[in-house]
């Protein structure tokens, strides 16, 4: 059987770096920075006042004290955004608020706190040094600096920092955009009543889910026939349909398996698309490639059809590989280290994803549900998968196991 | 000046839970459920098959083995998703699709490796017990079960869960709607040019990211006046024309301090909104109330001006008030502690936030950049908080400090 690292290096292979695109400021949280963002300007662009009060010249004012206080004349007004301004006189004041443009002639600020608040003359009570209150220009970024590097994430702090240096737009890593199939004549759509023998599918939007959570673009294409001819012909002019705005990945469910219905794996071998065996538990029937669609190729990953091995492998393979391609930072799932709260037995020679909780103050880890890839209601419950590696067929309670977390 | 804690209670006891509303299933990822989630039916729904094989009585094959072999007629073809069911006659088989609905009458299924794979006659080389290979009906979840309870956050795991107990939409809280209004003559909408003394609008879109960010839905309201009538006008309007789906949160930055031209404290003054100091730092000038407007009572919560002010406030009072609105099971940051890289200094009698990088690893916090409220390129490379109580005025280096993770 094929190691894990081995076929999730296969996956991560089919994905090329995706292109640039140019967002307005408000859609560019959460994506992630295509290029270094340069400041075409200092931040302040200008020397401003950090207070509300008076710009002066500090000399003016050397021998002022509450017990001396001066009076000056107050020659201008300067509320922020005053875009005439004008030069200070020797021996006068212009009264100014917070952000306000320093006058030319003028190097301090006094807080109107030290003043009578006056506005044709201002007594003033104390002295101030030159700079005081003053927030220099380029103080906070300088004309040229790069202020956001190229992969960088997105959030409201960066979203800030780019619109303070002026950008209307902002170039970004394009999101992968995703199709997802599901095959299996047992399926019926949410909502609708269930017949003998009929299911409710569940990997569709489970999937869908999880590749927008991870940041992708899915789309749900559902109820693809159990027939090779139809479910090609409905890829393809899915496909065709999208060539616009190019599918990067065709991700399956089902229909991979040893039985005499396996509509994936008859749809593509032969196709570009090979299957294996990987030796992990859920999860081992897998399978990948690029299938010659009608717009070019595209990815395919095949992921097995019970739920969680489905959800299981999309964390393992799929994830990280749609991630890298659109340069995010933190591709994988936080690992951490935690002791089991309880045993643990597993077969040999397949690594082992248990489905947990983690409670991270005691350091510890506990299984939720048994090993079965049917049970979706643990997996629900889960907040961390738990790895117990292939050679490892027991695991004591209390010693520690890597387990990545499924809310980072 | 008023405690921190003291401001963030009244913060969030401007906000109502959110009110429930159906979504489709599509759409729920990343929302809070309103209600409990029963499930209809059980998890299997009926006895399937967990292999593809032969669906048997296990008493049929009692004296089976691979040295004594047997043979029985292959009545029918089950493959997943036929509805008819046919019952399993004595002394023959069904061939069986992995989750295809067990035969009344059999009771164990032969995977297809112990066999010959016939479809008209199976070989069968070795006995199975009773059960072996079968998945029982609401092995996963019983009919009646609550399968996901109210306050649960829908991630992929609890999407698929739904889909699979059969919903089709799904009651979730209402995300918080917020009116994020910039103030200030001297603003330029990012990717304007610049004239002296003016500065590109910042606060908005970060503040409104963050609410994104948090989970609510934020309106961007550009360029209210520097008038107080005019700023009354136009937010009443907006508010009016948002009538049917209302604004649950008005939310400013700056027009809050000492100065001359404040607009938001001279209109909001006497309408229900009061301004206070908060003892922190950044972000001392504080205001809150509900507003009259002509769609009701609205919450109000002005933030100061300064950039990192304005952010810095948002994640102490808003994002935790906002997130709690909406039922999030973590409405606040992740906290931990860590031990601080560099000694701090601290004026007394305010709870200082300083940005910081964490590494998680050494466990080490580093403050990054000044504790300047206008300091956003510092602010967008910090990945947490360093929370300084009020009445520390140093810590030394290696002493621990709360960290709030801006990440989690």
């Known amino acids: 059987m094929r190691p894990v690292a081995e076929h999730a290096a296969a996956v991560a292979?089919?994905?090329?770096?995706?292109?640039?695109?140019?967002?307005?400021?408000?859609?560019?949280?959460?994506?992630?920075?295509?290029?270094?963002?340069?400041?075409?300007?200092?931040?302040?662009?200008?020397?401003?006042?950090?207070?509300?009060?008076?710009?002066?010249?500090?000399?003016?004012?050397?021998?002022?004290?509450?017990?001396?206080?001066?009076?000056?004349?107050?020659?201008?007004?300067?509320?922020?955004?005053?875009?005439?301004?004008?030069?200070?006189?020797?021996?006068?004041?212009?009264?100014?608020?917070?952000?306000?443009?320093?006058?030319v002639g003028a190097d301090a600020v006094v807080q109107v706190e030290w003043t009578d608040g006056g506005t044709e003359r201002v007594r003033v009570e104390r002295a101030v040094e030159a700079g005081q209150n003053v927030r220099g220009a380029g103080g906070d970024v300088t004309a040229g600096e790069v202020v956001l590097e190229a992969g960088t994430l997105l959030g409201p702090a960066q979203v800030g920092l780019a619109a303070a240096v002026g950008s209307g737009t902002l170039p970004v890593r394009r999101r992968p955009r995703?199709?997802?199939?599901?095959?299996?004549?047992?399926?019926?759509?949410?909502?609708?009543?269930?017949?003998?023998?009929?299911?409710?599918?569940?990997?569709?939007?489970?999937?869908?889910?999880?590749?927008?959570?991870?940041?992708?673009?899915?789309?749900?294409?559902?109820?693809?026939?159990?027939d090779v001819e139809q479910f090609v012909r409905t890829l393809d002019d899915a496909l065709a349909a999208r060539a616009d705005d190019p599918v990067d990945l065709v991700m399956t469910s089902g229909g991979v398996s040893a039985g005499a219905y396996e509509v994936v794996k008859d749809a593509f071998t032969g196709r570009g698309v090979t299957f294996t065996k990987v030796a992990m538990q859920p999860g081992m029937p897998q399978g990948l490639g690029l299938h010659a669609g009608p717009a070019g190729e595209v990815a395919v990953v095949t992921l097995p059809g019970n739920p969680v091995s489905s959800l299981v492998s999309f964390e393992v393979f799929v994830r990280p590989a749609l991630r890298a391609a659109f340069g995010h930072p933190q591709p994988e799932r936080p690992r951490v280290r935690a002791r089991l709260a309880e045993a643990l037995d597993k077969p040999a020679g397949r690594r082992q994803f248990r489905r947990g909780r983690i409670d991270a103050v005691a350091g510890t880890v506990a299984p939720v549900g048994g090993a079965g890839s049917h049970l979706l209601a643990a997996l629900a419950r889960a907040d961390c998968l738990i790895v117990v590696d292939e050679q490892v067929t027991h695991v004591d309670a209390g010693e520690t196991a890597e387990v990545w977390l499924l809310d980072g």
């Open 13 to 103: 292979a089919l994905f090329a770096p995706t292109a640039t695109e140019w967002v307005p400021l408000g859609e560019a949280r959460g994506r992630v920075l295509a290029q270094d963002l340069v400041s075409p300007h200092p931040l302040p662009p200008f020397a401003n006042s950090a207070m509300d009060g008076y710009a002066v010249r500090s000399a003016d004012l050397a021998a002022v004290s509450p017990e001396t206080p001066t009076e000056l004349p107050v020659a201008a007004d300067v509320p922020a955004g005053r875009t005439d301004g004008p030069a200070l006189e020797a021996g006068t004041a212009h009264r100014i608020m917070t952000g306000a443009a320093m006058p």
């Open 178 to 226: 995703v199709l997802v199939l599901s095959t299996g004549s047992e399926l019926v759509a949410p909502g609708e009543p269930l017949r003998h023998g009929q299911i409710h599918e569940s990997n569709g939007p489970m999937l869908a889910a999880a590749v927008d959570d991870a940041g992708g673009r899915a789309e749900l294409l559902r109820f693809v026939p159990d």
